[in-house]
């Protein structure tokens, strides 16, 4: 079965708009100015001019030989979202909002952030258009991601650290939705990924969905076939989403999402909202969401901060349910073998979030047969995250030692 929203907003019973009553004008607006953009051909032209010449799109394909040969079985193949411009997927996102919110008029760009990558992807699209740009993130993301805060800053962006609650980014995001409500006048609210209040999730997916157009056409000029898989590491689901919408039609395209498992979903610590979630509402949508018995949010750990989000987009919920995508777990562990191991075979630099997808590529490829083709969105460069592998092993090799 086909994902589509089934109502206006809505896929199966996740989704929709969850939010105070203030902030219905404003989604109202956006979702109109939205609809009305993507039907605008000068539009869409202007967006993939900047993804073409600022981003340095398409991202090309890659086999993955050497990695592939090693493990006998399918060939991966990976879609390179590393090469673009910031490094990361997140900027295709940024310029499509940015280029709507100059189109409705609006003066000042805001932005939620967790481990910073969002922050620097929207602060660089305010430089780039011209707007200012403030960023709300929590004070222990703040102390914890110090250089994507002086990157932001160097573009030229404000940082708001948020001491309420547990001043991580579910805190950070309630403050950008009051901003938003304060002063949706003059400002927009670019969210980062497939999740929020309705159009957010279907707008965030459109802008992605350049991934998974690309790799499709890609594929078909490559191999003269489609992928048997499409592979994506789940955070909110932004970049799995922008691949899996290329091939949502192509039922012989097995779609798979992971997620952070983190300690080991017995732990208790990781970020598998699909796997270890429960149905709630966050962000102002209803989803899957790791809650206590009693509602509140649980604080999600990954050795990877960009997949650290204690929800997930709605139509990665119904794909789940629908069957269309299955959803696995990978662990730190397995992530940083993956990590290590398309360094060493292939000269790549993996972010620890795409080393999520990796490592499920890596299970796979041996029971598979040879000539299938395992596609896998590289969805960010991995240099933002060599302090935090050196301290994760640094850390492995202290209990290997007092064992
Ligand atoms: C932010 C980020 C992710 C996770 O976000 P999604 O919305 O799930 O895509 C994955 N990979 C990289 C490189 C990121 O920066």
């Known amino acids: 079965m086909k994902s589509k929203e089934t109502a206006k907003g809505h896929f199966g019973p996740y989704g929709g708009r969850y939010v105070a009553e203030t902030l219905m004008g404003p989604l109202n607006e956006l979702a109109r100015a939205y609809e009305e953009a993507k039907a605008d051909p000068g539009f869409m032209a202007e967006y993939h001019e900047i993804l073409r010449e600022y981003v340095g799109r398409a991202s090309p394909i890659t086999v993955a030989r050497r990695l592939s040969e090693s493990l006998g079985g399918a060939t991966i193949v990976l879609k390179r979202e590393d090469l673009n411009h910031t490094g990361a997927h997140k900027v295709n996102n940024t310029i499509g909002q940015g280029l709507l919110a100059k189109r409705m008029g609006k003066k000042r760009l805001i932005a939620e952030t967790g ?48 001491s309420e609650g547990s001043a991580t980014l579910k805190d950070a995001m309630n403050e950008a939705l009051r901003d938003w409500v304060t002063n949706c006048d003059d400002t927009f609210y670019v969210i980062g990924t497939v999740a929020g209040p309705y159009p957010y999730p279907e707008m965030v997916r459109d802008f992605q969905r350049v991934i998974g157009d690309e790799a499709r056409r890609q594929c078909l000029e490559r191999f003269g076939r489609l992928p048997d898989e499409a592979i994506a590491c789940v955070g909110g689901g932004s970049n799995a989403m922008g691949l899996f919408a290329g091939f949502l039609d192509d039922t012989s395209v097995k779609l798979v ?28 949508a209803k989803t899957m969401l790791l809650q206590t018995e009693g509602g509140n949010i649980i604080d999600t750990y990954s050795v990877s901060a960009g997949l650290d989000y204690p929800g997930v987009g709605p139509e990665h919920c119904f794909l789940h349910d629908t069957g269309r995508a299955e959803y696995s777990v990978i662990d730190d562990d397995e992530a940083i073998a993956a990590f290590d191991a398309l360094c060493r075979y292939e000269g790549i630099i993996p972010a620890l979030e795409s080393s999520h997808a990796l490592a499920e590529a890596i299970k796979r490829a041996p ?5 299938s083709i395992l596609l896998v969105n590289l969805s960010g460069r991995g240099d933002k995250d060599m302090e935090n592998v050196m301290r994760y092993k640094a850390s492995k090799a202290k209990e290997g030692g007092a064992k």
Do not use: W
């Open 367 to 371: 029971n598979m047969e040879k000539g």
């Open 257 to 284: 999402g992971v997620e952070a498992g983190g300690k080991g979903l017995a732990s208790g610590e990781h970020a598998a909202s699909i796997n270890g979630g429960r149905l709630g509402v966050l962000h102002g």
């Open 115 to 162: 481990a910073g990558m969002h922050g620097v992807a929207t602060a660089t699209v305010a430089a780039y258009l011209g707007m200012p740009c403030e960023v709300y993130m929590g004070a222990i993301d703040v102390e914890r991601q110090k250089p994507n805060v002086e990157r932001m800053k160097m573009l030229g962006a404000t940082v708001h650290a948020v």
